[in-house]
């Protein structure tokens, strides 16, 4: 519940007049030294911090105790600023708010300071929280280019004889000033209620007393508002609030209070009779409860307001959304549906790059299974090696290689003119390959028995061979004929496109439903910006719609490209006018002053409709959306069927059995006519 409540007081005194101590008091509030933790009280520090301390003070503490020893015995060390910051915000929140009221006040530019945030339960409401914060601040104004120390810091400020400042810092006036105040409780309100809006709350505090904000709303005409502002404020009961049997008794008569109200059979002049028979004391804490059960009902008042406008601000906002949906819904309805040589090109390229990828996926897939074939001289030695393993081929190819090694050595044995030792070591060379030939024979030998022992299975294998390969040439002949349809399609549609493009303009229009005979302000410039969104000016009775982009200067003339409003539409096209256009001192910033015809025309429909993305909104729209996609759909596949069975290369006459610009009935032409006649 947003609360406004703003202290600005000097130096605590006791009751007995004599001042509170100053380092007590900052201990107490930034709950440090014998306040650091307090038994049967709530933890509430949540926040602290000091700044501009001078050099000479180690920490916070030292300067509030050097200030209270240097204060004279009636004087003031500190002045305290009180705050209640905001439970619908968060502490960090809280504390940008704390920091911009101090550079705002000058405090936290200008002088030492303490604060501190606590934040606890609500005395007299457990569902809400009280946050709020003690500033302590040193009223002498810091010169920073005078440093001063201990002794000097707090002495009296005055100017010798040329002038200059001697002693200590001035002490500012203005924070216990009236006006001073004024401005800093107006400050705080604002900077509050800036805050909540910036966070999109619809709430605020303020700074004015409870008859004033009243006053205020009945010179507003808000006088609803006004009555729930009638009502005696709360009295402040000082420490009183903080004894258990003074809550205890204040909760005691809000159930009270609370009763009444509820009692039917209980009177206004009943509960007076009843307060007034009370001490003073009493009194205010019926006051005070009174107040506070007050606030509950009007907190609860302003939420059911909230709530209930809210829920008309939702209703209203459906209605809108659904009223605007319709009317798109009824724009895009009204919109002509038409199919042109570029769209028909575009699904014929989209169609050839579809096959061409349909050919590559199944090329790339044949030329997988092309490895899955085994060659017919690979199958009998690929069944050997997987019956009987692979030594028999190791050992026909060492033999291979031995055989390669020995006749050399042979032919090098019956050569002349060597050495005893020469023809010694050819010999026992030659005796070892022997020896190794003589072990691979065995080997061999013993390999053969073995592949005779296995024929049967050997040749099962080699059958499973011809099986496997006879499979894969029936899936190889499949896709080969699957690559050649797809390359087949792939080059018609990319010869019919070419052929298109070659002979038909893009812009050429093949179909159209509900193109309009004349320039509406609902027609779409080249199907992109509608008329109305152009800049339309009057010219000798007629309405121009500018629909090139302007650039004008002050005292020239410029030119630029116009539709004539109400002007005929022939196969999708209208007349290009030429306008002079000078600026002029009218909210329209421009007048026409000449027009010229021209042989050019311009298209009132898209170029290409198949780009055309979906566009936001709501069901109607996207319904009408859908049922337009659909009808292009239809056509376009109608042409390009049109364009794939065409052999004779009648391009332009794929469409002209509904052509709504051949013929025109009496009706169309008294409405063309009417539309010529439009004017500003």
């Not at 009943?270 to 001490?279: A, F, I, R, W």
């Amino acid at each position: 519940m947003a609360l406004y409540y703003f202290s600005n007081t000097p130096h605590a005194t006791r009751a007995d007049g004599t001042k509170v101590n100053t380092v007590a008091h900052y201990e107490y509030i930034c709950r440090e030294g014998s306040y650091a933790n307090m038994k049967g009280r709530e933890e509430d520090l949540v926040f602290s911090r000091s700044g501009n301390m001078p050099d000479w003070a180690a920490h916070a503490g030292q300067f509030w105790q050097t200030a209270e020893e240097k204060r004279q015995a009636n004087g003031r060390a500190y002045r305290e600023i009180r705050l209640a910051l905001q439970e619908e915000l968060s502490l960090s929140d809280n504390i940008a708010l704390v920091e911009e009221f101090l550079d705002r006040t000058g405090i936290g530019k200008r002088h030492a300071f303490s604060y501190a945030v606590h934040d606890k339960t609500a005395a007299f409401d457990k569902d809400h929280r009280n946050i709020h914060v003690h500033i302590m601040f040193c009223e002498k104004t810091i010169e920073k280019d005078r440093p001063l120390g201990q002794e000097m810091y707090f002495k009296h400020y005055y100017l010798d004889q040329q002038g200059n400042p001697c002693a200590g810092y001035r002490a500012d006036r203005y924070y216990q000033s009236v006006q001073g105040t004024r401005a800093m409780r107006k400050l705080w309100a604002d900077m509050v209620n800036a805050r909540f809006k910036a966070a999109g709350m619809e709430i605020s505090v303020s700074e004015k007393s409870l008859q004033a904000q009243r006053d205020d709303l009945i010179e507003q005409g808000r006088h609803d508002e006004a009555a729930l502002l009638d009502r005696i404020p709360a009295p402040h009961l000082g420490d009183a609030y903080r004894n258990p049997k003074t809550i205890e008794k204040i909760r005691e008569r809000e159930r009270e209070i609370e009763s009444q109200c509820d009692d039917p059979t209980c009177t206004t002049d009943e509960m007076d009779e009843t307060d007034q028979q009370d001490s003073i004391a009493e009194q205010k804490i019926v006051m005070f409860a009174t107040d506070a059960v007050l606030r509950k009902v009007i907190a609860e008042i302003r939420r059911e307001q909230e709530r209930i406008r809210r829920e008309e601000i939702r209703e209203r906002e459906a209605f809108i959304a659904e009223a605007l949906d319709e009317r798109a819904a009824e724009e895009l309805e009204a919109q002509p549906v038409t199919v042109t040589a570029a769209d028909v090109y575009d699904a014929l390229m989209e169609k050839k790059e579809a096959f061409a990828q349909k050919e590559a996926r199944h090329l790339a897939e044949y030329k997988q299974l092309q490895k899955q074939m085994v060659a017919k001289d690979n199958m009998w030695p690929m069944a050997i090696e997987k019956v009987i393993g692979k030594g028999y081929w190791n050992t026909v190819r060492q033999r291979k290689r031995l055989e390669e090694q020995i006749q050399p050595v042979a032919d090098e044995y019956y050569k002349l003119a060597r050495t005893r030792q020469e023809n010694e070591a050819l010999r026992t060379q030659y005796a070892q390959l022997i020896r190794r030939k003589q072990a691979l024979e065995a080997d061999f030998q013993r390999y053969q028995g073995e592949i005779q022992a296995n024929r049967e299975a050997i040749e099962q294998v080699v059958l499973a061979f011809k099986q496997s390969n006879e499979q894969v040439l029936n899936q190889g002949k499949k896709l080969y004929r699957q690559i050649m349809i797809a390359r087949k399609q792939k080059k018609l549609f990319a010869g019919k496109a070419e052929e298109l493009k070659k002979n038909v303009p893009m812009d050429h229009l093949y179909y159209c439903d509900s193109l309009h005979n004349v320039v509406l302000r609902s027609s779409q410039v080249e199907g992109k910006k509608a008329v109305k969104d152009c800049p339309i000016r009057a010219y000798e009775g007629r309405a121009y719609a500018v629909i090139d982009d302007l650039k004008l200067e002050q005292g020239k003339a410029a030119q630029a490209g116009a539709v004539m409003i109400g002007d005929t539409v022939k196969k999708g096209q209208v007349r290009l006018y030429m306008v002079t256009v000078q600026p002029a001192d009218h909210p329209q910033g421009f007048d026409i002053t000449a027009v010229e015809k021209t042989d050019g025309t311009v298209r009132m429909y898209g170029i290409r409709q198949r780009k055309t993305a979906m566009e936001p909104g709501g069901k109607a729209a996207r319904n009408a959306q859908l049922k337009r996609r659909a009808e292009f759909t239809d056509k376009l596949e109608h042409m390009l069927q049109k364009a794939v069975d065409d052999t004779k290369a009648r391009y332009h006459a794929w469409w002209d059995d509904s052509d709504p610009y051949q013929k025109k009935n009496e009706a169309e032409r008294v409405e063309e006519e009417m539309y010529k006649g439009w004017s500003l």
